[in-house]
Each structure stands twice: as structure tokens, then as C-alpha cells.
């Protein structure tokens, strides 16, 4: 099984909202080596954008400025789960959606989920 799978994507109008989910298997987010959880987007033909990460204590948390006041980013520790809700959302979030999990030195990338933001 893949270490992260996401789910919630999906098509929503503007001003929707989506609540995403990244489900993380083979390790649990105590692991002594990771360090941050991060969801990504890649909309077509632009480039990977970091949205928001979140530190593994919880304790540093950022995000893009683009989705500032939007978007949240939060953890689930007893379901090994980071999720990501949007609200306010707009046609320029449309995008591949991916969860990252940084460790030390290495890095897990999920599969991707699509968000579609359009009337």
C-alpha cells in the first residue's frame, strides 16, 4: 500500500468549500525522523506550489498567501491522518492537490487528488 493516499478531492462552485484528506500507512507521524507535513498543488502548466505545512509538533504552521485565510491545515494523530479544509474557494485553486510527509532524509509524495473549482 502507498504511504499516503488522498481523498476529498473533487468538482465545487466558487465559494465552496472541500475538506481533504491524506491517510498515511507504514508509519505513524510519532517516527522519530519526520519533520514536517506539507499538501502541495500543481494546477495545468504551472508549476508545483507548496499550499501549507505543518511542523510535526504541530507547533509552525504556514501557508501560501494565496490561500491564507482559506485553507487549513490539521492533523488527525489517532488516524494517522493530515488533512487540508478549503473554504472561499476560487476558480484559480483549481489544481492536482498532493500530501508530502518530509523526514529526515527522505520524503513520501501521495498520488494526488483533483480539485475543480468552477460554476
Known amino acids: 500500500q502507498a504511504p499516503l493516499v488522498e481523498s476529498g478531492g473533487g468538482l465545487v462552485q466558487p465559494g465552496g468549500s472541500l475538506r481533504l484528506s491524506c491517510a498515511a500507512s507504514?508509519?505513524?507521524?510519532?517516527?522519530?525522523?519526520?519533520?514536517?507535513m506539507r499538501w502541495y498543488r500543481q494546477a495545468p502548466g504551472k508549476e508545483r506550489e507548496l499550499v501549507a505545512s505543518m511542523s510535526k509538533t504541530g507547533d509552525k504552521i504556514s501557508y501560501a498567501d494565496s490561500v491564507k485565510g482559506r485553507f487549513s491545515i490539521s492533523r488527525d494523530n489517532a488516524k494517522n491522518m493530515v488533512n487540508l479544509q478549503m473554504s472561499s474557494l476560487k476558480v484559480e485553486d483549481t489544481a492536482v492537490y498532493y500530501c508530502n510527509v518530509e523526514f529526515l532524509d527522505s520524503d513520501y509524495w501521495g498520488q494526488g487528488t483533483q480539485v475543480t473549482v468552477s460554476s
Open positions: 507504514g508509519f505513524t507521524f510519532r517516527n522519530i525522523n519526520m519533520r514536517w
